[in-house]
């Protein structure tokens, strides 16, 4: 069902968000990582679609809407707008975004529905069991930790009505068996055991309606009920390339990777392949889980006002800043602890003494001598081909890592040839060289960090649009001193 991912193309989703509240570290972090790996492919040349967007149905914002004294719409539409503002305050670009309540959408949901129900694998029971409004999740007895909803911890609520049911069951060995001849498809693969043992135990059939409620997509076979949020919410996936006839579906489905957090794994990675399976549709390439942000140690939580709002860091120390340090300090697919003292250091050591000294040295030796052209062999030092496997490999933290080793090779090269102390045409020789590798530089962090890249590009002379310009020579002559890129921090 599977086939390689098609050249000069790359489709990367984030799930889309509850908009009960607005974007915290944990959402700002599935974007930007988004909209990370989106740039890097289209430096490759690679077409790319970046999509994002909002969950609006489902029970909790019914019930958030009425304490609100709003309807649901009303109350979705202020905040889905908090969502576009900060991701565009965070540099975030991304291709689409989508609303569940968008009529295209919904449509495309019932269209899904149908066909898996005409395909067989849909039928009406009755569903009594736990359910946590929170979460929108069903919970079984063994799930429950304390008596209480496993993720959020929340009380459950339990239910007992007549529902449609999805055949989940019927598609225990296809997923196994899937998993087996797609490696990749579960990411970080350390992940994937837990899910093939959570098939093993025995997939049950799930309900996809309710009807207890009215905020939700009308379910296309029986007017009385409502579709459960889940099916609903992964069909962004397709809704937002245009399925099934769009120009954008056919250009970029499969996507490349879904990137989630690992909360909602188990979603993506059984019940979406699923409903894909029956209803003929070819399944994503990867499904990649990322981990939580604890703070100080800490999990964040509202009622410990330890909840940290990534615009917040961004206004006291830079939206580059920000997006550099939450995926140079830990491992993406890893839990991460967010500390702003670490954050501080970072700034100050890698960002201002490393790099921004890196270009402010020399672009002021080069305003005061120019620079003369010539073969630049400190540039054989970086390892693009190891960088590239790295970010293919969704390794961010170690790409940038090799990134600021070259940065050290070239800090060291000016420390060691002293090119304030070498005569001419020497001297502009050594300033090209480096400024060459600046360029580089530029380009390789401008996915990460590209507010700080297009400065260093505009006082070059030069855009960041492709790979290969990359190594496109500079102009000889006199450089403008750049401005400081970044301004040390007292702790």
């Avoid at 707008?81 to 975004?97: M, R, S, V």
Wanted: net charge positive; aromatic share 14%.
């Amino acid at each position: 069902m599977a086939k390689a991912r098609e050249k000069n193309k790359f489709y990367v989703t984030t799930p889309v968000y509850y908009p009960t509240a607005k974007p915290h570290l944990g959402t700002a972090y599935t974007t930007i990582a988004a909209d990370i790996l989106a740039r890097w492919h289209k430096l490759k040349g690679e077409e790319t679609f970046f999509l994002t967007g909002t969950d609006e149905h489902g029970q909790k914002l019914d019930e958030a809407a009425k304490k609100a004294g709003k309807s649901p719409k009303e109350y979705t539409d202020v905040l889905v707008e908090e969502f576009k503002k900060a991701w565009k305050a965070l540099n975030i670009q991304f291709d689409g975004f989508i609303r569940t309540t968008d009529k295209k959408h919904e449509e495309n949901v019932q269209k899904l529905i149908k066909q898996i129900f005409d395909n067989g694998d849909i039928y009406k029971g009755t569903y009594k069991g736990l359910y946590c409004v929170p979460c929108e999740t069903y919970w079984t007895e063994k799930d429950l930790v304390n008596g209480k909803c496993p993720s959020c911890n929340r009380e459950v609520k339990e239910i007992e009505e007549e529902a449609y049911f999805f055949k989940l069951s019927e598609y225990q060995q296809k997923l196994l068996d899937f998993y087996e001849k797609n490696p990749n498809f579960i990411l970080p693969k350390f992940r994937k055991s837990e899910i093939v043992n959570r098939i093993k135990e025995g997939l049950k059939d799930i309900s996809f309606t309710r009807s207890k409620f009215k905020w939700g997509v009308e379910f296309p076979i029986d007017k009385n009920f409502v579709l459960w949020v889940w099916p609903d919410a992964l069909t962004n996936y397709l809704s937002g390339i245009d399925w099934p006839n769009g120009k954008n579906f056919k250009k970029f489905w499969p996507a490349d990777v879904h990137l989630i957090g690992k909360d909602i794994i188990f979603f993506h990675s059984i019940l979406w392949p699923a409903m894909l399976m029956s209803a003929g549709i070819e399944l994503p390439k990867s499904i990649f889980a990322h981990g939580w942000w604890t703070v100080n140690g800490e999990k964040m939580s509202k009622s410990k006002e330890n909840v940290v709002d990534p615009l917040e860091i961004a206004g006291k120390y830079g939206v580059d800043t920000l997006r550099y340090f939450i995926f140079r300090a830990t491992p993406f697919g890893q839990d991460g602890d967010f500390n702003e003292q670490a954050l501080i250091d970072r700034h100050n050591n890698e960002l201002a003494n490393k790099l921004g000294n890196l270009v402010v040295r020399v672009t002021t030796l080069a305003e005061k001598y120019g620079i003369k052209k010539t073969p630049n062999k400190l540039l054989n030092n970086l390892k693009f081909e190891e960088i590239e496997k790295h970010i293919e490999n969704y390794e961010i933290d170690k790409a940038l890592g090799i990134i600021f080793e070259f940065i050290d090779i070239c800090n060291e090269y000016v420390q060691r040839e002293k090119p304030w102390e070498t005569s001419y045409p020497a001297k502009g020789k050594l300033l090209y060289e480096v400024l060459s590798c600046i360029q580089a530089i530029a380009f390789l962090l401008w996915p990460f960090m590209p507010e700080t890249c297009e400065k260093i590009a505009g006082n070059l002379g030069f855009e960041i649009k492709s790979f290969k310009d990359m190594t496109k020579p500079l102009k000889e002559g006199k450089i403008n001193k750049s401005e400081i890129l970044f301004e040390k921090i007292k702790s």
